[in-house]
């Protein structure tokens, strides 16, 4: 409660208002146990009801199913594969040479760091724009127009993934390119923006593709933090607004602390979703057979787009079991990445 | 005491000017706020734009909606997308089929049944981590078991199956939301009739909640059309037509795309063509179940009381 009252600047007093506080003082006798209402208690269970609870009950439990054996399969044929691999499968981080299946050398260390560097990247870009989106929709714009708006933000995750990726090569690419170039010639000093393992003025660079990738997180992060802001309450907000506060510090004081979590948690979604983006990151990133170095200005694979690069070395169970073990460690890691956003929800709306 | 000093009021002013930093912080967060809304707008428009520019002069082709791209090569001019169109509206079709069923039923278990139990809360979270499980990873999946577990050669609709993965979660959460915003009173009046409780679902629940469920379907669609890798991996790209799910390659709008990226668009200008041209196509798809479900959301939702 504390954290709510803080606006007014009470202190902590008792609100006689808050739920709970009369029921200790006024109730001192056990609430009598409620009637049942339940319309099937004693009656027979007809067996129309009883198919179609199973039918409800059965589609429920395929849906762990599902997820238990996404998990199952994809370790059962990355094995086979895995136990020919003569590299250390976390630490190797060179090329990937599945040609001959007895003695195969692949590991993820490359592209982990390129999956997480870009998806940083893109996350970093997008959280700021995204957070005055959401203030913007739920506080400044008066409903007549945010509802256009809001639209417009979920219109940009309708767009499909391959239409980022040939608008970002072939028409954003290009037009980044001074942008590129100057950073590149003028802060190479530091190991962002030093020149990488791809040409900057090539434009299929993380620079370019984590540009794309912050379009395509957009909307997502902001639907969830319009969604949580919005539920401010309206005390909170009035009680700003009668303290004298601007607009911007009803927003400081009510909304941010209110919807904080939510904006963590939309974040963390749209990490997710930026970890496992193929074919847009397929078509702007240039493969490469040199190291990556944590610049910009590099290129590579992420799990997704190495995968469906080899979507021809499918053929084979060997060589199929290499990039399926890259992708139960990206399946593992955007588990991981979704379930702590959809904690950070459910804390929220416990408290 | 003097006229002057009663003209004088008693307290100071309660309100006071904004002090200048107040002010200025107050405006520069306005600037900031409406400016990120101008620069999410920017891309939207920016790409819709390159996309119907670059892909109009393809689409209007006379052979564009007639034609496959059979016999056409990289440097010949001409050919269609209608073997793209049909294979995509196909395999979208099959997903639809089978996640339909699956995804409202999931939804009805939640609200109606299994809400507040262990199992409905194990299903809930499970549905937000499929909603979250990237389409590499759900193709991948299709693969151990479909292609590499079962024996089955790749396929139509093997690409089907994986975009089942990806439309039941979007198909359970709208199914879910819809359900419940169904009044109760319907609901208690229906039992107080002595209907049982499968018939009050699907008799007097469900048709309340139509509208809004047929309208996250078609959204659901919309979203998994435009999917690229699970065609990468479970099917190969097909020039020609192919009406079979079950064998053989097959086209498909984002596949015919990314099979003009391989060759050489860009620089060359006749699979340039076909990519925007494709893209165009693909937009417009997208756009027409966008419109249909706003068009459905609007005119047959349930009246308000």
Sequence with gaps: MTDRLDVTESGGLPNPADAGSGEVIASPFPEPTPISTDPSKNAKVRPGDRIFRGLAEGSGVLIVVIIAAIGAFLLWRAIPALARNEENFFLFGGNWVTTDTSAMHFGILDLLQVTVFVSVFALLLAMPVALGIAIFLTQYAPRRVSAPLAYMVDLLAAVPSIIYGVWGLYVLAPVLKPFATWLNENLSWMFLFQTGNASVAGGGTIFTAGIVLAVMILPIITAVTREVFIQTPRGHIEAALALGATRWEVVKTTVLPFGLSGYISGAMLGLGRALGETIALLIILRGTQQAFGWSLFDAGYTFASKIAAAASEFNDQYKAGAYIAAGLILFILTFIVNSLARAAVAGRSKS | ?305
């Design chain 2, 1 to 305: 005491m003097t006229a002057t000093t009663l003209d004088q009021p008693v307290k100071a002013p309660t309100f006071q000017k904004l002090s200048l930093r107040r002010k200025v912080t107050n405006n520069f967060a306005t600037v900031l706020v409406t400016l990120s809304v101008a620069i999410a707008v920017v891309p939207l428009v920016w790409v819709l734009y390159t996309v119907v520019v670059n892909g109009f002069g393809a689409v209007t082709s006379s052979e564009w909606w007639s034609h496959s791209q059979a016999g056409m090569t990289a440097f010949k001019a001409g050919g269609g997308a209608y073997h793209a169109i049909i294979g995509t509206l196909l395999q979208g079709l099959v997903c639809a089929i089978i996640s339909i069923p699956i995804g409202v039923f999931v939804g009805i278990y939640l609200v109606e049944y299994g809400g507040g139990t262990r199992l409905g809360k194990v299903t809930t979270f499970m549905v937000d981590i499929l909603t979250g499980v990237p389409s590499i990873v759900a193709a991948l999946f299709i693969y151990a078991l479909w292609v590499a577990t079962l024996g089955f050669q790749r396929s139509g609709l093997a690409v089907s199956l994986a975009l089942v993965l990806l439309m039941i979660p979007v198909i359970v959460r709208s199914t879910e939301e819809m359900l419940r915003i169904v009044p109760m009173d319907l609901r208690e009046a229906s039992y107080a009739l002595g209907v049982p409780k499968w018939k009050t679902i699907s008799a007097i629940v469900l048709p309340t909640a139509l509208s809004g469920i047929v309208t996250g379907i078609l959204l659901a669609l919309a979203r998994v059309m435009g999917e690229t890798a699970p065609l990468l991996i479970l099917v190969g790209y097909s020039q020609a037509m192919n009406f079979d799910m079950f064998n053989g390659f097959m086209g498909s709008l984002p596949g015919m795309m990314y099979d003009q990226t391989s060759a050489g668009a860009g620089a060359n200008p006749v699979p340039t063509d076909r990519l925007w041209g494709a893209a165009f196509t693909l937009i417009v798809l997208i756009a027409l179940l966008n419109v249909g479900a706003r068009f459905i959301a609007k005119f047959f939702a349930p009246k308000k009381v």
